[in-house]
């Protein structure tokens, strides 16, 4: 279920260098690492916070808008624990760690995906670092014929909304398809 793709930059890296390569790489934050230690995140919230609050972001490093405290998860934990964890720190994502190198990471939205695509299953016993690497695939077309009712998650976005549609082999919103 997590991701092992993920966006690493370090503490002194430009913030507008760092959110350039979000961007590019279609990422809602980075893990700051100093050597191969994750030592803080960087979200879209964190740059959004500088910009208002914070130095020049053309001037701003990583450091100067990042995050500090980490939210981790052994790979081997269960999805449920990795809820539970996001809950109590009251965050989006969790880095998956074996001590302290980081493997990949897992987000609000994979565990969401997770347990609206299994749900017979549940997210119960299941650990975080099942499937191929990513998030587990499925039909969207047979998805949305079996279990689809009145609202469902966007995949790109995230959003509960009524107005899902099949585009590109993902469920998505209005707003997302419109991009």
């Known amino acids: 279920v997590m991701d092992r793709e993920y966006v690493g930059v370090s503490e002194s890296d430009g913030l507008v260098d760092t959110v350039e390569l979000l961007l590019r790489e279609g990422a ?41 405290s980490l939210a981790t998860i052994e790979p081997d934990a269960s999805l449920e624990a990795a809820a539970d964890r996001m809950s109590g720190w009251e965050t989006r994502r969790l880095v998956v760690t074996n001590g302290a190198e980081p493997l990949g990471i897992i987000t609000e939205h994979d565990l969401l995906t997770t347990r609206t695509h299994e749900p017979a299953q549940g997210m119960g016993e299941t650990p975080v670092e099942s499937g191929p690497g990513t998030a587990r695939a499925f039909d969207a077309e047979t998805e949305a014929e079996d279990t689809f009712e009145d609202q469902g998650i966007c995949e790109v976005c995230g959003a509960l909304t009524r107005d899902l549609a099949a585009f590109n082999g993902q469920l998505l919103c209005s707003d997302c398809r419109d991009m």
């Open 28 to 68: 809602e934050a980075a893990v700051v690492l100093r050597g191969t230690e994750p030592v803080g995140v960087v979200s879209e919230r964190d740059v959004l916070a500088l910009v208002v609050e914070g130095p020049d972001p053309a001037e701003a490093t990583v450091a100067d808008a990042m995050t500090e």
